[in-house]
């Protein structure tokens, strides 16, 4: 989850420091990545403008302009990003991981993985196993 906050505070700050039009506030955009990597599992777009007082369209608008991807996305990348670090460290079964993160269609599940890391997430839970008993050879 750190290389995801870490990716879009980048691209943020290059975004914003390249923008020819008047820079945004960089403060409000943080405190909304902050509270998207904590609340997940169960904000939506709705309540987290609520949180900060700022209409729905608006927000969206801001998160989209500032780190170039929706907040939907923002989302599913907090989950994912989750879903790995299980996978790598845990015992929990697939379909544990599935529900853990939010999501009761395995199926779904699978897609969304495969799509974001190129693997399956037996494949990738393999690997990083693989990638252990490499180190301690």
């Known amino acids: 989850m750190v290389l995801i906050f870490s990716e879009l505070l980048r691209v943020f700050q290059y975004d914003s420091s390249h923008s020819n039009s008047k820079s945004l506030n960089n403060a409000p955009v943080i405190e909304i990545l902050n509270y998207l990597e904590k609340n997940y599992m169960t904000c939506t777009l709705i309540s987290t403008a609520k949180h900060f007082n700022f209409h729905p369209n608006y927000l969206s608008n801001l998160i989209k302009k500032t780190t170039n991807r929706s907040f939907s996305e923002i989302i599913l990348l907090q ?59």
Do not use: C, H, M, W
Not at 91 to 100: C, K, M, S
Not at 106 to 129: A, H, Q, W
């Open 79 to 137: 989950k994912l990003t989750r879903a790995s670090i299980l996978l790598e460290n845990t015992d929990v079964p697939i379909y544990g991981i599935a529900n853990e993160i939010g999501y009761n269609n395995l199926n779904f599940f699978y897609k969304k993985f495969k799509e974001y890391f190129g693997v399956t997430p037996k494949e990738f839970r393999d690997n990083s196993i693989s990638k252990s008993i490499q180190k301690f050879k």
